[in-house]
């Protein structure tokens, strides 16, 4: 298992602009301090130089060479040691050149449009090449979950990160720890980084459960808010009893709302998240959960749901009326625009409509 220290390395280089020393066990490249490098025409020559060092053309070999040392360019902090290392007929130093090119070249793929195959490829590729070069793609990963204007291939670096392994769920929860430090309690802030690496972890399944609930316990309610909504993104079905009882018991509205919102989402549990809705329906008096409860219902289609949703109508709360209209408009299909035709069909239409459900 790789040591605390070899973490906290890693997560230096992740949450600031310094590049971490590597750690003293590990052999290889550093860390730098920025994975996603632009594919300027240098990076790539480089690349490519690095690549025909395992030529087996003995020409190719010295051209690669030759352009390596003209060149200002280098990607790892001791790339140009090696080098010269290499120029001077250090097998050991060319050796390691070329695995540096392989990994660098491997990297391209997650630089591109999303392509399973290829990134699939291309995580098995870098991989095989040793412990540190697994570092080093958990690490670009990670990155590039934490960058916004990536949200679109955010469910496909997850993806790559779970299939990494161990490397990826100690990395994430360092990470997690990290990130939760920072998090300030005040009611207004995104929770992207958050709730991208609490998905991470999630979906180790078994594994990250320890992890999910020591954090659902945080004294900071922002990082609770974050592990709730990351289960109900996560379609984390085995966690409802946690949602269930933030629902119930957190002292922070807006973790309450957030706890509504994800009942709401584990559609495949159904029942039971229908049940927490409803008890939490009868005993919440907050009014700015309550909306969250009556919307959660209706997303769930939960039918029981509407006799109490009716006389929730009653409640002097426009917002309240107006999220309780469109959850029985889900539920029931029907389209009514007032609070009072609501009331005229649960009258003269419910056990009808009722019945029907249950297919008499």
Request: glycine fraction near 6%; proline fraction near 5%.
């Amino acid at each position: 298992m790789r040591s605390a220290r070899a973490l906290v390395l890693l997560l230096a280089g992740l949450s600031s602009c310094a590049a971490p020393a590597p750690p003293e066990e590990r052999k290889g490249p550093a860390l730098t301090s920025e994975m996603l490098k632009p594919l300027t025409d240098a990076y790539r020559e480089y690349v490519a130089s690095l690549i025909l060092l395992d030529s087996a053309a003995p020409r190719d070999r010295a051209e690669a060479m030759s352009k390596l040392q003209a060149g200002a360019y280098t990607y790892f902090p001791d790339d140009r040691d090696l080098i010269t290392k290499a120029a001077a007929g250090d097998d050991v130093a060319l050796k390691e050149l070329g695995r540096r090119g392989r990994l660098l070249d491997a990297m391209f793929a997650f630089w591109g449009p999303i392509d399973a195959g290829k990134w699939n490829d291309a995580r098995k590729r870098i991989c095989a090449l040793g412990p540190d070069a697994r570092i080093i793609l958990v690490n670009t990963l990670l990155r590039m979950l934490l960058n916004g204007q990536l949200s679109a291939q955010w469910g496909a670096i997850r993806f790559q990160l779970v299939e990494i392994g161990t490397d990826t769920l100690e990395t994430a929860v360092a990470l997690f720890r990290v990130k939760a430090e920072e998090t300030p309690d005040t009611i207004i802030y995104k929770q992207d980084d958050l709730m991208q690496v609490a998905l991470v972890i999630l979906g180790f399944g078994e594994p990250g459960r320890k992890y999910i609930e020591e954090f659902a316990k945080s004294p900071r309610f922002n990082v609770r808010k974050a592990i709730v909504r990351a289960v109900g993104e996560g379609r984390g079905v085995e966690y409802l009893p946690l949602a269930r009882e933030k629902l119930a018991r957190d002292p922070i509205w807006v973790v309450r709302a957030a706890a509504a919102k994800t009942l709401g989402e584990l559609r495949p549990a159904r029942a039971d998240a229908g049940a927490a809705l409803m008890e939490a329906l009868a005993s919440e008096r907050d009014r700015s959960v309550r909306p969250y409860i009556v919307a959660a219902l209706g997303q769930l289609v939960y039918e029981d749901a509407v006799p109490m949703l009716i006389r929730t109508l009653e409640a002097p709360d426009y917002d309240l009326a107006e999220k309780t209209m469109f959850a029985l408009c889900q539920i029931t299909g029907e389209r009514l625009l007032s609070q009072e035709a609501w009331r005229r069909w649960y009258d003269r239409e419910y056990v009808r409509w009722r019945e029907k459900l249950r297919g008499h």
